[in-house]
């Protein structure tokens, strides 16, 4: 049984809007996403009276999962950051109401890779276990790999500021933040301008290459990325929460409704009122103007930049970022509930293929990654297993397809599973016929149901060209007015998104001059 993918229709309380006396004075957050989520719950703990206004029939956005008979097909999370203190991330999922109460898995083991002439790979999150297995392969690039792993060590400690945005710390704040950092600057700046594509060029022995470019995914990111997720993974702080990205989502959902906000589900925001350079309100698709003191913009950017705004409120940074710099290319995601177990499958196994795949009329992929997920893990029952797989693919020929032709549009969708499901059948014998739920998410699915721009489900692409380019939260010329999210911040991710909703409640409450606290549940 396959279906295109995105959550069931549930019921979800939302609060009533606010009554009319209170209506100019609120902040209104377009999305309820977890930016607009974590902005909303913060802005509620400093006693700012807020609304979300979200376009879905449920919170969380990107983050989400969809139901489908027993099984629970994650389209979000694989690892997060932040899963135990001491940790910037870990205190505010605990403001948040994220994670309290569920299992956190912490995999040893960041990946696994089987090459197509039966080598294989396992990546430790630990580094000095790391070292050795990348040693054991390719002994020729030992001064490369000690190089990799001490860098890493020495951005292990980085920590994101939690006391104020950036934009709000004064002159000596700014550099106590600085010399917090200093250690770890000559690293940073050493790796962020070079693509990961030179970067590898250095190393002789051809299966590592291969293996870090599979670490990093995309050929375009920079050389950086390899060097903050090795970081990250060695910190023992990251990991899988049970119940996976829907129980997440719906967490933060309930802390913002206990805090007192208020969400009004299935309203599109079309266009943001602007008046003497103010914004004042927002105009919604079923031609309900609803008023605000300041408009929190958690949405697609470019729909916010250039639809809502109608590209009145730009310069040359906005310009170039929109038109010289890559977002995350689209996806497709393939989801399997299987009634069997797989108990020596890796949690994330990439699989060189024999003949590559074809996931649109261009795109031909040599690997396939797969995540396994057991009944611990909260999305299946016992004795079964979910298989999650994504591939970037071509968001023209999806969107393209639906539109003009859905009958070959549904046609391709069900080639894709059939030729994946045929393909792990192989390593994972008996599967095939196991199988009792199957569902695919193209670009069309995404678009449909979050608006983001061509496709993109993290925003922009850590690449040379973006790093260390500083994205404001705010549009040249326009007061009261703020944006959050991914597109505020290069590499995406919830983290980031739920840092950036902190950082403009913030904002609003220095602008309101209130002293910012956060509090726990």
Known sequence: MTTDAMPVEEKISAAPPLPE???????????????????????????????????????????????RGPYVFDGCLRWLMGTHPPSAFHQVWTELGAIAGRKVFVHDEMLRIEGADGKTLSVPADLDKLAREFKRIAPEDSGLIDKLVRDARCCAPLEPPLENALELMTLFEKMKLGLRYLPMMPVIFRYKNVPITTYLARYKNKFLREALQLIVGNEDMSALVLVMLLAFRTRNNTGFVAGGSWDFAMAIADRYARLGGAVRYKTRVTSIKVENNRATGVQCADGTFVPAATVVSCADGHTTIFKMLDGKFVDKKILYLYEHCQPFPAIIQVSLGIKKIFPDAPHTLNLALRQPLCVDDQTRHNNLEVETFGSESGLCPEGTTVMTLRFPTSYEFWTGLKKNDPQRYRAEKKRVVQEIVAILDKRFPGLAEQIERSDIATPATFVRYTGNWQGSYEGWLPTPRVLGRRISYTLPGLK??????????????????????RYVAQMVCAQKGKTFAATTP
């Open 21 to 67: 006396s209170a209506a100019g004075e609120k902040v209104i957050i377009i999305g309820g996403g977890i930016a607009g989520l974590s902005c909303g719950c913060y802005l509620q703990m400093n006693g700012i009276q807020t609304e979300i206004l979200e376009a879905s029939l449920l919170p969380g956005g990107l983050c989400t999962a969809w139901h």
């Open 480 to 501: 009261n007015f703020y944006m959050a999210g991914h597109w505020v911040v290069a590499g995406g991710g919830l983290p980031s998104a739920a840092l950036a909703g």
